[in-house]
């Protein structure tokens, strides 16, 4: 699958991660699909959330264990700011090594709709990142198959969460 930009439209990620390989890693697989205009890391929740309050950005990556502001907390901090300004959430998605636990559980209550346990490989990575800009983001981009031809839009957003 190849994802390019539409003409005049921008793709941006904040990346929330405390472990510095891991987060330059992920820029790294970003940097791979050729299509975010802006990524942007932080190394913990604290971070994470003052960087969201000072920028949009179309999909939100956050990791649960970090210090200071812990990924759900983050999490909540974002849906506070949505309910105040009566927007959705954005796009988030969850990777972390432990995806199973009442964290998780919560994270979707609040909105969150991709999880991804990590370790993970680059083609996984990808593919979820991709599935997600096709489900959220088809206005922007356009998306060819590895058979060559464009992908249509989905019919209906989902609203149940993706896991691996």
Known sequence: MNISLRPNEKLSVLIADDEVDIRKTLVAFLEMM?????????????????????QIFDIVITDLMMPKVRGIEFIQNMKRDCARKKTPLTPTMILSANVTGDEVKKAI??????????????????DKVAKLIQK???????????????????KKPTTKPVTD
């Open 136 to 154: 959220e983001f088809h206005h922007k981009v356009k998306i060819i198959g590895d058979d060559g031809k464009v992908i249509p839009p989905p």
């Open 109 to 126: 209550s609040l909105g969150v709709k991709y999880v991804m346990t990590k370790p993970c490989t680059a083609e996984q990575f990808i």
């Open 34 to 54: 050729d299509c975010f205009t802006f990524i942007i890391e932080a190394g913990d929740g604290a971070e994470a959330y003052t960087k969201y309050q000072n």
